[in-house]
């Protein structure tokens, strides 16, 4: 049996997490191969809200094994904290079930604070970064200066080590006006979450061959989206991973040929949380209806999110840059009671007109770039109720066809509401 790869279409926060839940029946073993705690997948079913930020989104399904793959940066506290509350639930956290791969690197309080500093001192240009230290983890991990979740085996020589990551970050928050924090306190916490962490660790990506070739199910859950990858999205407005398809297979460490097939998630709109680019950006009511009817604000942050049509020149570059063979399409429901709707269908300047994302434009030069629009009839009927996509209004289903038709592939789970079971889903 094969890899599936979940994988964010837009900017983030497009249902990944409700997405990777209903599909977890199929799974027998779900790995967040990118990201650390910037993500929030929300997940709600048996009766619960959850909102994980590290643990994958399979957790609720018992025959699923959980991994934290190589390719994520985890704030420990933060992982311990999930796992507590998962077991307040009454779910099984233990070692023998949710993994954390030993190459994984970990965030440190002093990562979060030089995020911070970035942030303030870029002004009026700052990135909005979910200040959880993403970007300076990764830093450290490419400039091979980073601490790997695998260090925890060995407390004592890890609590060294940590003290002199304190020690060499307090230099760099001294030198711009941040404030150093205590090392002999950082370390001994740190020390404690090893204690804590190290029977959950193991060889990733041996967990994830094996598992292969054993003909499971592996379903690669990825975090933030396509627009937000450090090589394919409106740079430098993205974070500091590869969040596409293709970060699956490095961020967990297994080959291209197990793939079978990569679920995008697109919302029926578009959001955006955070600074940066957003062609079709509703800055007025309609917007605003929007953010309220579909609860727009940031699962990690709170932030209110930014909310626009439908760009399916984005959705295109989705299918191209992931290999995407099926999208999952979340949050229709949001749109009953606007008609007409607009979805942007190429893009324009100056009488020159692209059907595809001018992805090729650094962020000043897109801002020329404006979307062309077509209108397409609404619906007024609640639709949170509807199991199969005859039950939908006409117009409902014409707004479906209409992705399928522009993106050559199926839609193969509508999201109609939040809930597990308020879902169409079809075979590919
Ligand atoms: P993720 O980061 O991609 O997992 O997405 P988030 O969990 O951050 O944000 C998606 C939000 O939309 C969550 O609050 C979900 O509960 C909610 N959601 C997901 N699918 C649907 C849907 O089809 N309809 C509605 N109304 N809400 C949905
Ligand atoms: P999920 O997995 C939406 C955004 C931040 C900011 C930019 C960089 O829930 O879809 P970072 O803290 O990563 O350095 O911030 O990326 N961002 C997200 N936006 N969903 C997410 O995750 C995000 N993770 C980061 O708002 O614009
Ligand atoms: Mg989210």
């Given amino acids: 049996m094969p890899a599936m790869i979940v994988v964010g279409a837009q900017w983030g926060d497009e249902g990944k997490g409700r997405v990777v839940d209903n599909v977890g029946p199929r799974a027998d073993l779900v790995a967040r191969y990118n990201g650390g705690d910037n993500a929030g997948h929300t997940v ?227 959001t955006r949380v955070g600074a940066g680019p957003f062609p079709t950006e509703l800055l007025d009511d309609v917007g605003a209806r929007m953010r309220e009817v579909g609860h727009e604000y940031g699962t990690t942050t709170g932030r209110p999110r930014r909310c626009g049509w439908l760009d399916l020149p984005i959705l295109r570059y989705a299918v191209r840059v992931n290999g995407l063979t099926e999208l999952a399409l979340t949050k229709l429901d949001v749109l009953s009671g606007i008609d007409p709707l607009q979805v942007a269908v190429a893009y324009e300047r100056g009488g020159e007109r692209i059907d595809h994302f001018p992805a090729e434009f650094g962020v000043d030069e897109l801002a020329a770039w404006q979307p062309v629009y077509e209108a397409l009839d609404g619906w007024q009927e609640d639709i949170q109720g509807a199991r199969r996509r005859e039950e939908l209004p006409a117009a409902a289903r014409a707004y479906v066809t209409r992705i399928e038709a522009a993106l050559g592939i199926p839609i193969t789970l509508i999201g109609v509401g939040p809930e597990r079971e308020q879902v169409i889903i079809e075979s590919p």
């Avoid at 980073?146 to 307090?170: I, Y």
């Avoid at 740190?190 to 994830?208: E, F, I, K, T, W």
């Avoid at 993205?238 to 990569?262: K, N």
């Fill in 44 to 270: 709600v079913a048996e009766g619960h809200k959850l909102q994980l930020h590290l643990v994958p989104s399979g957790i609720l399904h018992v025959q699923a094994a959980c991994l934290i793959g190589a390719g994520v940066v985890v704030n420990p506290a933060q992982l311990i904290a999930e796992l507590d509350e998962l077991a307040a639930l009454g779910v099984d956290v233990g070692p023998g079930r949710v993994k954390l791969a030993a190459a994984a690197h970990l965030i440190l309080p002093t990562h979060r604070a030089l995020d911070g500093v970035k942030e303030s001192a870029r002004g009026g240009s700052a990135l909005g970064t979910t200040r959880r230290g993403i970007g300076p983890t990764y830093a450290d991990k490419a400039a091979r200066s980073g601490l790997r979740a695998g260090q925890m085996r060995d407390p004592e020589v890890f609590a060294e080590r940590v003290a002199a990551t304190v020690e060499a970050h307090n230099r760099l928050l001294e030198e711009s006006g941040g404030e150093p924090l205590p090392v002999k306190q950082v370390a001994a916490e740190y020390c404690a979450y090893a204690q804590r962490l190290a029977p959950h660790l193991v060889d990733g990506s041996a967990m994830v061959g094996e598992a292969l070739d054993a003909g499971k199910m592996v379903l690669c859950e990825g975090a933030q989206g396509l627009m937000l990858d450090i090589d394919h999205g409106t740079y430098p407005y993205v974070t500091s991973s590869a969040t596409i398809a293709g970060g699956a297979l490095t961020g967990l460490g297994f080959g291209p040929h197990y793939v079978e097939s990569v679920i995008g998630v697109g919302k029926a709109y578009t």
